[in-house]
């Protein structure tokens, strides 16, 4: 009896269960998927191989979707369908590359109109003094100074005598000669005609030591002036020249040579 009541009574406090019921747990839906879809983009103006059109020649193509898509879950689809570029539309630009930068060029002048300058006003060689217009021919000049009479400048200068002549002649000899040989007179044209100079011009000396083929090993050189450079210049160019003619010989000479100016007889 005891037994009996205990076990009513712990019956009794076993709690009861709730008459309400528990709400189940939401859980949220899946992600979504995004689905790609290939297209294909035809080039315009493409005509089907029966003659279609290109409209009907699209709806006859099957087209194979890799995936059966339905309207809701397209609608829902954040990716974008990839587009394929044609290649001759997009350009390909590399990385990390510098342009050229474009180098100005300078505008050409187109050249002066104007006409030549004449002969004595052209601009003076470079190295010229500026006082002649360049350096001319020297033959020319000489025979042009040799017929202007503004050219004959006196020098002060006298014949030499006898003392001044040797010791002019000095170092001259070659091996085997005490002093140079004695040459013909160098006979030097007067280029003025009768006309008269202020001063007459006196016999000068020339040296000159001479190779067997009429060259020169030293000189020729006036160690003895006329009087007057112009004329001193015009016996060494008749040397030069070959107008004037040594002795032969067979190996190197010295010689010394009179200057005879052919100065005209009538002037004082």
Same mark, same amino acid.
């Given at each position: 009896?005891?037994?009996?009541?205990?076990?009513?009574? /712990?019956?009794?406090?076993?709690?009861?269960?709730?008459?309400?019921?528990?709400?189940?747990?939401?859980?949220?839906?899946?992600?979504?998927?995004?689905?790609?879809?290939?297209?294909?983009?035809?080039?315009?103006?493409?005509?089907?191989? &029966?003659?279609?059109?290109?409209?009907?020649?699209?709806?006859?193509?099957?087209?194979?979707?890799? /995936?059966?898509?339905?309207?809701?879950?397209?609608?829902?689809?954040?990716?974008?369908?990839?587009?394929?570029?044609?290649?001759?539309?997009?350009?390909?630009?590399?990385?990390?590359?510098?342009?050229?930068?474009?180098?100005?060029?300078?505008?050409?002048?187109?050249?002066?109109?104007?006409?030549?300058?004449? &002969?004595?006003?052209?601009?003076?060689?470079?190295?010229?003094?500026?006082?002649?217009?360049?350096?001319?021919?020297?033959?020319?000049?000489?025979?042009?100074? /040799?017929?202007?009479?503004?050219?004959?400048?006196?020098?002060?200068?006298?014949?030499?005598?006898?003392?001044?002549?040797?010791?002019?002649?000095?170092?001259?000899?070659?091996?085997?000669?005490?002093?140079?040989?004695?040459?013909?007179?160098?006979?030097?044209?007067?280029?003025?005609?009768?006309?008269?100079? &202020?001063?007459?011009?006196?016999?000068?000396?020339?040296?000159?030591?001479?190779?067997?083929?009429?060259?020169?090993?030293?000189?020729?050189?006036?160690?003895?002036?006329?009087?007057?450079?112009?004329?001193?210049?015009?016996?060494?160019?008749?040397?030069?020249?070959?107008?004037?003619?040594?002795?032969?010989?067979?190996?190197?000479?010295?010689? &010394?040579?009179?200057?005879?100016?052919?100065?005209?007889?009538?002037?004082?």
């Amino acid at each position: 009896m005891a037994a009996s009541i205990g076990l009513h009574g /712990l019956l009794l406090g076993w709690p009861l269960p709730s008459e309400t019921p528990e709400e189940p747990q939401v859980l949220p839906p899946p992600p979504e998927e995004s689905v790609e879809v290939d297209v294909t983009i035809l080039p315009a103006g493409a005509i089907a191989a &029966n003659g279609q059109d290109d409209e009907t020649a699209i709806a006859d193509e099957d087209v194979e979707d890799p /995936l059966e898509v339905s309207p809701e879950s397209v609608g829902r689809s954040s990716t974008p369908a990839p587009v394929e570029r044609s290649p001759e539309i997009s350009e390909v630009v590399p990385e990390n590359t510098v342009p050229t930068p474009e180098i100005p060029t300078e505008p050409t002048q187109p050249a002066a109109d104007t006409d030549p300058l004449p &002969n004595d006003q052209l601009p003076d060689e470079p190295g010229s003094t500026g006082l002649t217009g360049g350096a001319p021919d020297p033959a020319t000049t000489l025979a042009t100074r /040799l017929g202007d009479v503004g050219a004959y400048q006196y020098n002060g200068q006298k014949g030499l005598d006898l003392l001044q002549s040797l010791s002019a002649q000095d170092g001259w000899a070659t091996p085997g000669q005490t002093l140079p040989s004695k040459a013909e007179p160098l006979e030097l044209p007067y280029q003025l005609g009768a006309q008269c100079l &202020n001063t007459a011009p006196v016999s000068g000396l020339l040296m000159a030591v001479v190779n067997p083929d009429q060259t020169f090993a030293r000189g020729p050189e006036v160690v003895g002036s006329t009087g007057y450079a112009i004329l001193d210049e015009q016996a060494v160019a008749m040397v030069e020249t070959g107008e004037y003619i040594f002795p032969d010989e067979d190996e190197p000479w010295a010689y &010394n040579v009179e200057i005879k100016v052919l100065y005209p007889g009538s002037c004082p």
